[in-house]
């Protein structure tokens, strides 16, 4: 340990090391997603960049996509060439959109952008896209109401739990001693007391099926069977 400093100051330096690390590599990541998504080699950009009055060489570029380090100027020109944030550049958020309800939306709710698109999509807010407005359409209108009935249902987080459960059970890795002697001896413990145990795709398989439960009552209520629909009707 450096002389005056503390241990804390260590730790602190320590995970800002971790954490620029980081940021640097998902930096790198996201050029290189940019780069190949635009279609064109990075040889291309430099000169369209070179063309556009803001320079930025081969190498330089080569370096930026390469390691993520990047100048502060560099990193403004290529947001700007890319149509897209800083903030996405640097990995601080998943959204490329300069769109600022779009960033709003994503900051509050933590949706990634393509979600954020697709509330937009079936709630018929996206009026510039013929697409969206033939869904709007077709659904005569409906996508929003239905949207929301399904988010606030009661049931929604029984669903989002048990395909959680499903999820962490299907990677979960089983111990090699639950395989031999020890895994035995609970079985025969389980057995002893007129029990069983489940195995890991028997766990998985059970979650996944409540997830389909949960989901289909939550379809029943909004689309209730002609006999239940009936009865509610006489209630009313």
Same mark, same amino acid.
């Given at each position: ?9 260590? *730790?602190?330096?320590?995970?800002? $090391?971790?954490?620029?690390? #980081? ?7 996201? %050029?290189? +997603? =940019? ?33 993520? *380090?990047?100048?502060?100027?560099? $990193?403004?020109?290529?947001? #700007? ?7 996405? %550049?640097? +990995? =601080? ?53 239905? %949207? ?89």
């Amino acid at each position: 340990m450096a002389k005056g400093r503390s241990y804390d100051d260590e *730790v602190l330096d320590e995970k800002k $090391l971790e954490i620029d690390e #980081k940021i640097i590599e998902e930096s790198s990541k996201r %050029l290189k +997603g =940019l780069i190949s998504a635009s279609g064109k080699s990075i040889d291309t950009i430099a000169k369209e960049l070179k063309s556009a009055h803001t320079p930025i060489s081969y190498s330089t570029l080569y370096k930026y996509q390469a390691t993520g *380090v990047s100048t502060p100027y560099g $990193l403004a020109v290529l947001a #700007k060439y890319f149509d897209t944030t800083t903030d996405y %550049l640097l +990995g =601080l958020s998943d959204v490329q959109s300069l769109d600022t309800s779009i960033q709003g939306v994503e900051k509050v709710t933590g949706l990634s952008e393509k979600a954020i698109e697709a509330v937009r999509y079936f709630n018929g807010c996206n009026t510039k896209s013929f697409r969206a407005r033939g869904f709007a359409i077709t659904t005569n209108y409906m996508g929003k109401k239905i %949207l929301n009935s399904f988010l606030k249902h009661p049931k929604l987080g029984e669903f989002i739990y048990n395909i959680a459960a499903a999820i962490y059970y299907s990677e979960f890795e089983i111990p090699d001693s639950a395989t031999g002697k020890d895994g035995k001896d609970v079985e025969d413990a389980a057995e002893l007391i007129g029990g069983h145990v489940l195995f890991k795709d028997d766990v998985s398989k059970f979650f996944r099926q409540e997830a389909i439960i949960a989901l289909m009552k939550i379809v029943l209520d909004l689309v209730p069977e002609e006999g239940d629909h009936g009865n509610n009707s006489k209630e009313r």
